[in-house]
């Protein structure tokens, strides 16, 4: 694998403008994505009609991936100057209402980074098979737009915080044997794993 330095094409002086966290416009973000999706409820809740379900479905989908980038972010460190307070915003505003934790995500993403594009990516077969047909595009989008794709993702997650499934989001199965495992190990597990979600 080849690093490629930056210095060619950005200055340090750029390269420290880029990487400069600011905690204003941090909370900023949390605030804004957040407010969205407290207007949508709203909204139902005063005006329950079709119209309003379906606008605010839509609405709070984009919410659900701001909540996932946040995630992404904290796990980078590069939300808030403080890391408690970054991982704690990062799971409590972003991770655990998608049913995500920073810390599994950061430990996962970072082999990601380490090995992009290789055979030992996790996230390689996301990116496999592309560029694609337009039978396969027609598919991808008819499961997206059925809920066929959310279901599975939410099971597989299910799943991989009960410790059936090693965690992976890549579309990669590995199963966790539970011969060795007691009842009490998976109460832990369920409960170490689904507090904060469930608290959300």
């Given at each position: ?61 984009g919410r659900q991936l701001a909540c996932a980038v946040l995630v ?10 403080n890391p408690t307070i970054n991982d704690f915003m990062g799971n ?109």
């Open positions: 694998m080849q690093i490629v330095s930056p210095a060619p094409y950005l200055t340090i002086e750029e390269r420290k403008e880029l990487t400069q966290k600011n905690d204003i416009k941090a909370l900023w973000g949390v605030i804004y994505h957040w407010s969205w999706i407290f207007v949508c409820f709203t909204l139902v809740y005063h005006f329950t009609n079709i119209c309003t379900i379906i606008l605010s479905l839509f609405i709070i989908g992404h972010d904290a796990a980078h460190k590069a939300m808030f100057n409590w505003f972003g991770g655990y209402p998608v049913f995500q934790d920073v810390y599994k995500y950061r430990d996962y993403h970072l082999i990601h980074h380490l090995n992009a594009g290789l055979a030992e990516d996790p996230d390689i077969l996301l990116t496999r098979g592309y560029p694609t047909t337009q039978k396969s595009t027609i598919r991808k989008f008819i499961r997206d737009v059925t809920g066929q794709t959310g279901v599975k993702s939410l099971a597989g997650l299910v799943m991989m915080h009960l410790g059936y499934l090693d965690y992976n989001l890549g579309n990669k199965v590995k199963r966790i044997s539970q011969k060795e495992r007691s009842c009490s190990a998976f109460f832990k597990t369920f409960i170490k794993n689904f507090g904060g979600p469930l608290t959300v």
